[in-house]
């Protein structure tokens, strides 16, 4: 079987889940003798990975048709107010009114539609599975033009990312798309809900394939205890906004430190909410007990988790959740946001609703002053971690994929 694949990141090329995401999909979808080629809209001319096709569609090159080499400013997790404050900065660094870039966040999900047309020309496949809103139109165009089935997987809906008031040009595109698909894929039955509430979206075709964790003995055979003996440290790693709930977890933190002193607090990731949260930081008073660490990538992700007694996912609107799986990995207990698919199939973990910062700060507190509680934390999620590994939800899109090409 052979698939054409469209995203949007690709480790190491990547700022976010959905890049982890794809890597553990695609890894064991070639294990199962998938044939993968997966095309994104930028990266280096060297890009390339072990087990997909990786196609770069701002560096290809055709005899007959030839793009500029374009490092374009769209990225992963983008909103359009994003966009065009990247755009009014780079005419500002140039001197440029007009320049090779699209006028506007729609324009570039334009170009790599159109990209994507040419360069599956030339591809062999036998499906078309298109991650996220960005790459359902070219989904769509190729779908078309070769006749071939396409399933639209959502790692998260426009909703999601921003608290219910969706951008009407981004929900239009995600409605086509799904509703265009054969089949689409949703990360959680939380997702699948929305899904057909908001976007009429038939239940009938709509596959429910939780994520997983990708499992490195290594890294779990030379963890060592890195945390202090004389301060704890509790650890929110994501993008800094709305849907990640960072508000809510500084605001769970000045609760604990009224009561536990000896605690420091680590955000790591960027985003919009970034200034803001550093400035309320210092208007609660916290500025000396929170740490902001930028944007962290590969190793420096497992240092994070290593040093942490606890992570906290204080999601708003989690689609799924592969952070809590990766901390686990490196054996740090966690409290995770009921507001997230992965609390639907995680087990031994704390539970709390993003809105309640008392019992957060509660739960926060119990686990860091409690030994026996973090230790059954740390013990039973481990055992029940080696149940989320790839090969599961890579078998059940294989069966979306016989199911949309009838075999």
């Excluded at 080499?69 to 009114?97: A, C, F, M, Q, W």
């Excluded at 959502?154 to 595109?173: L, S």
């Excluded at 939380?190 to 009938?204: E, R, S």
Aim: one cysteine or more.
């Amino acid at each position: 079987m052979k698939i054409l694949m469209l995203g949007w990141e690709f480790p190491p090329y990547s700022t976010g889940g959905l890049g982890t995401a794809c890597h553990g999909l695609t890894k064991a979808l070639a294990e199962k003798d998938v044939e993968i080629t997966f095309v994104m809209p930028n990266g280096p001319d060297s890009a390339q990975a072990k087990h997909v096709n990786l196609i770069v569609a701002n560096n290809f090159i055709k005899q007959k048709v030839k793009f500029k080499k374009v490092n374009s400013i769209l990225t992963p997790y983008i909103t359009s107010e994003d966009y065009d404050e990247k755009l009014l900065r780079y005419h500002k660094k140039s001197g440029k009114e007009d320049s090779i870039y699209g006028r506007d966040l729609y324009d570039e999900v334009n170009r790599f539609t159109e990209k994507v047309k040419i360069i599956a020309r030339d591809e062999d496949f036998d499906v078309i599975h298109a991650h996220d809103w960005m790459t359902y139109k070219a989904g769509i165009a190729v779908s078309k033009e070769s006749g071939k089935p396409l399933v639209a997987q959502i790692h998260a809906t426009e909703f999601d990312r921003t608290g219910g008031n969706p951008n009407q040009y981004v929900y239009d595109i995600e409605k086509e798309g799904m509703n265009a698909a054969d089949r689409v894929i949703a990360v959680s039955n939380f997702t699948k809900n929305k899904v057909t509430t908001h976007y009429g979206v038939d239940n009938k075709k709509i596959r429910v394939v939780h994520n997983a964790v990708e499992h490195d003995h290594r890294l779990r055979s030379g963890i060592k205890s890195n945390r202090s003996s004389k301060h704890k440290t509790v650890l929110f790693l994501g993008r800094i906004t709305l849907q990640k709930g960072p508000d809510y977890f500084l605001y769970a933190a000045k609760k604990v430190l009224e009561k536990v002193n000896n605690v420091r607090f680590v955000i790591a990731g960027t985003g919009d909410m970034e200034p803001h949260i550093i400035e309320k930081a210092a208007e609660l008073g916290m500025a000396n007990k929170v740490l902001f660490t930028g944007f962290l990538a590969g190793k420096d992700v497992d240092k994070a988790y290593q040093l942490a007694d606890l992570y906290v996912m204080p999601s708003v609107s989690e689609p799924f959740g592969i952070t809590p799986l990766e901390a686990i990995r490196n054996d740090v207990p966690v409290l995770i946001s009921k507001q997230s698919g992965v609390s639907e199939v995680l087990k031994n973990c704390l539970k709390t609703d993003f809105w309640d910062i008392d019992d957060m700060a509660n739960k926060m507190i119990a686990t860091l002053k409690y030994n026996a509680l973090s230790d059954t934390l740390r013990e039973n999620a481990n055992e029940e971690l080696q149940e989320f590994n790839w090969g599961v939800p890579a078998g059940k899109c294989i069966d979306v994929y016989n199911e949309v090409l009838g075999t």
